[in-house]
């Protein structure tokens, strides 16, 4: 099946959020190609790329150019496949709903192993968000949580809503949510939570010692990528503590570390969606594959919820819009999903 054209959100230039048409080639050997049911906006990122503001060196500044296509979550169903593809992998085949890192489009072409087949008991939308509930469950294997432990979450936006999901799963002690925002802190509170803090974090060090006792936290999860956070993130840890960045600062310059992180001996660990490693081994079992049956099948026995963290729908033609309140106030837009099923 040959496509000529597929509808596609574009960033012309800095600001300028739009829609075009591009052209969709066949799938080669190995590929499919898919029509999108459901994209999910990844609210943070795809802000900060609309914006264009980087540091020079960032993965910002090498990964954005303009025109820029946005978005890698994404859930669709196969409409073909190239030679030899059903034959490498077998459940990839015509009929068959897939979540895959595609961007804001119509159709898309991808390589068969980077495609997870959908259960039946996982909806389109809550498919669309596997690759953000993987970063963030790279975060809390980053962190190395142990039972028992006192967790906080700084910005209880997806990512956020993702990290205390797992922590709740992996028997922290109290799992701290810290938001401006109290509806998301709502959400937070159902997710896991067992303690939140409506506040600005620079305010909330005293909070978190009086809930440990003085002793703060054994881990933080930064989950905003917001510049002005990380100095107020580490001084709410205990010493030998461990400081999780899952959110990335286009301008990390203006970031500053916070005042004990030698003298308390504190780690400072970044991770990103791409350090997943490719394919399962004994030596590196967590592949991206791997983490997402795992989310898939949490989904599946309810053990992990995704419906609740959808909060808008749009169709495509909506998409100057929605960036622009995106970009005006995104504290009430956490789960933002395009609909493709019928684009208009």
């Known amino acids: ?22 052209r969709v080639g066949d799938p080669k050997p190995g590929q499919a190609l898919c029509k999108t049911l459901s994209s999910a906006i990844s609210t943070g990122t795809e802000t900060f790329c609309l914006r264009g503001r980087f540091d020079p060196g960032t993965n910002w500044a090498n990964w954005v150019r303009y025109p820029f296509y946005p978005g890698y979550c994404a859930s669709g169903v196969v409409e073909s496949v190239g030679a030899g593809t059903t034959e490498e992998f077998p459940e990839i085949r015509p009929g068959v709903r897939v979540a ?13 192993s980077s495609l997870i087949p ?6 389109d939308e809550e498919a669309a968000l596997l690759p953000l509930a993987i970063t963030a469950q790279q975060g809390v294997r980053r962190a190395e949580v142990r039972l028992g432990e006192t967790a906080v979450v700084i910005g209880a936006g997806l990512i956020g809503l993702f990290t205390i999901q797992y922590l709740a799963l ?20 159902r997710m896991g939570a067992t303690h939140l803090i409506e506040k600005d974090v620079a305010a909330a060090r005293e909070e978190v010692a009086a809930l440990t006792g003085s002793r703060m936290a054994d881990v933080v999860f930064e989950a905003t990528g917001s510049t002005g956070v990380l100095e107020h993130a580490t001084p709410l840890l205990r010493r030998m503590g461990r400081c999780i960045l899952v959110g990335d600062s286009p301008t990390p310059s203006a970031q500053r570390m916070g005042p004990r992180v030698v003298a308390d001996s504190i780690s400072i660990l970044g991770i990103h969606m791409t350090m997943s490693p490719a394919d399962w081994s004994e ?4 592949s991206y594959r791997e983490m997402a049956s795992l989310v898939l099948e949490f989904v599946s026995t309810r053990r992990m919820i995704l419906s609740d963290l959808i909060t ?19 504290s009430q837009m956490l789960g933002v999903i395009f609909d493709w099923s019928a684009p208009r």
């Open 100 to 112: 895959a890192r595609g961007q804001h489009q119509e159709r898309f072409v991808a390589d068969g």
């Open 312 to 330: 808008h729908r749009f169709y495509p033609s909506e998409a100057e819009s929605v960036y622009q309140q995106l970009e005006r106030d995104r």
């Open 283 to 286: 030596f590196a079992p967590w």
């Open 1 to 22: 099946m040959s496509v000529a054209e597929s509808l596609q959100v574009v960033f012309a230039e800095p600001g300028k959020p739009g829609l075009t048409r591009r």
């Open 118 to 123: 959908i259960p039946a008991s996982v909806t």
């Open 170 to 189: 992996m028997g922290c002690r109290r799992v701290i949510a810290i938001d401006t925002a109290a509806a998301r802190l709502a959400r937070a509170g």
